[in-house]
T-cell receptor
Framework: AQSVTQLGSHVSVSEGALVLLRCNYS??????LFWYVQYPNQGLQLLLK??????LVKGINGFEAEFKKSETSFHLTKPSAHMSDAAEYFC??????????????FGTGTKLQVIP | DSGVTQTPKHLITATGQRVTLRCSPR?????VYWYQQSLDQGLQFLIQ???????AKGNILERFSAQQFPDLHSELNLSSLELGDSALYFC?????????????FGSGTQLSVL
């Protein structure tokens, strides 16, 4: 069964500092991996996704993630945090469910706090 | 704006009652998903429909049911409500429900069971 583990339910960084949000996955087949962001009182929005084309994936708002098969990791990074990055971030893994349809499993989320 | 519309935004009801949550997917999307988000369980997949047919089932209780109609909108029915059913319920949609597709999420329905 597929799963993702997000290390750290809360992460605090200073404005301008590096953002690193950790995600490790478990999947019996090569996975599709996603990072979603949830701002207060809103639904989730896709930041980026990995679909095996390139191991370094660039997303919106300056975020990127690197797929490392040997470490089963898909950590999310951003070189310089902005106040507007404060939100909750979810890592997700997608595997083929029965019939080939999408079954997405989300991690427990990491709340990012950006300190001025 | 994701293009996914959920109504109502907030719902307050009592234990033992039944409620219906509604979702209109993004124009052109054939697949609809329902998720439950709570503080203790996180984001839990409930069920997925594709073009009117159930395609995948997650941690959905027997007291809960869903359907997708010919116009592709979906409803999630929650019955015999318990305090523990209080949560944020999200609907998401995608074009075809394939494994590598992006999900578009609605803003959710906040259900409070008193």
């Amino acid at each position: 069964a597929q799963s993702v583990t997000q290390l750290g339910s809360h992460v605090s960084v200073s404005e301008g500092a590096l953002v690193l949000l950790r995600c490790n996955y478990s999947s019996s087949v090569p996975p599709y991996l996603f990072w979603y962001v949830q701002y207060p009182n809103q639904g989730l929005q896709l930041l980026l996704k990995y679909t095996s084309a390139a191991t370094l994936v660039k997303g919106i708002n300056g975020f990127e993630a690197e797929f490392k098969k040997s470490e089963t990791s898909f950590h999310l990074t951003k070189p310089s945090a902005h106040m507007s990055d404060a939100a909750e971030y979810f890592c997700a893994v997608s595997d083929r469910g029965r019939g080939g349809y999408q079954k997405v499993t989300f991690g427990t989320g990491t709340k990012l706090q950006v300190i001025p | 704006d994701s293009g996914v519309t959920q109504t109502p935004k907030h719902l307050i009801t009592a234990t033992g009652q039944r409620v219906t949550l509604r979702c209109s997917p993004r124009s052109g999307d054939l697949s609809v998903y329902w998720y439950q988000q709570s503080l203790d369980q996180g984001l839990q997949f409930l069920i997925q429909y594709y073009n009117g047919e159930e395609r995948a089932k997650g941690n959905i209780l027997e007291r809960f049911s869903a359907q997708q109609f010919p116009d592709l909108h979906s409803e999630l029915n929650l019955s015999s409500l318990e305090l523990g059913d209080s949560a944020l319920y999200f609907c998401a949609s995608s074009v075809a429900g394939s494994s590598n597709e992006k999900l578009f999420f609605g803003s959710g329905t906040q259900l409070s069971v008193l």
